[in-house]
């Protein structure tokens, strides 16, 4: 199974940006569709975007549309997550996930592994 680890998060103020990292130990990472989801305290886990496997898909949640990007490079074998416009509400621990598809999918069932999670705070 990939590992998978994610990076990038911290403290950053309202309409500031992060470049979240997916990074995975191995080369089968860039045959499946990637997610990012993000989990607030005390509040259910949820989609926040994903990209298929070759990089053509990517669906966002409505919440995020137009300020966050995902994107992919093969040869790094990470995916990014940039996060423009950020505002107090995307204070999260962020995760990323591989599919068993090719897929951008946006439901939690269809990604089986995931990565440790970074803390993204932004500050009002």
């Known amino acids: 199974q990939v590992h998978l680890v994610e990076s990038g998060g911290g403290l950053v103020q309202t309409g500031g940006s992060l470049r979240l990292s997916c990074a995975a130990s191995?080369?089968?990472?860039?045959?499946?569709?990637t997610g990012w989801f993000r989990q607030a305290p005390g509040k259910e886990r949820e989609f926040v975007g994903a990209?298929?496997?070759?990089?053509?898909?990517?669906k966002y949640a409505d919440s995020v549309k137009g300020r966050f990007t995902i994107s992919r490079d093969y040869p790094k074998i990470t995916v990014y997550l940039q996060m423009n416009s950020l505002k107090p509400e995307d204070t999260a621990v962020y995760y990323c996930?591989?599919?068993?598809?090719?897929?951008?999918?946006?439901?939690?069932?269809?990604?089986?592994?995931w990565g440790q999670g970074t803390q993204v705070t932004v500050s009002s």
């Open positions: 990209i298929s496997s070759n990089g053509d898909s990517t």
């Open positions: 191995g080369r089968t990472f860039n045959n499946y569709g």
């Open positions: 996930a591989t599919s068993q598809t090719v897929s951008a999918l946006e439901y939690a069932r269809f990604y089986g592994n």
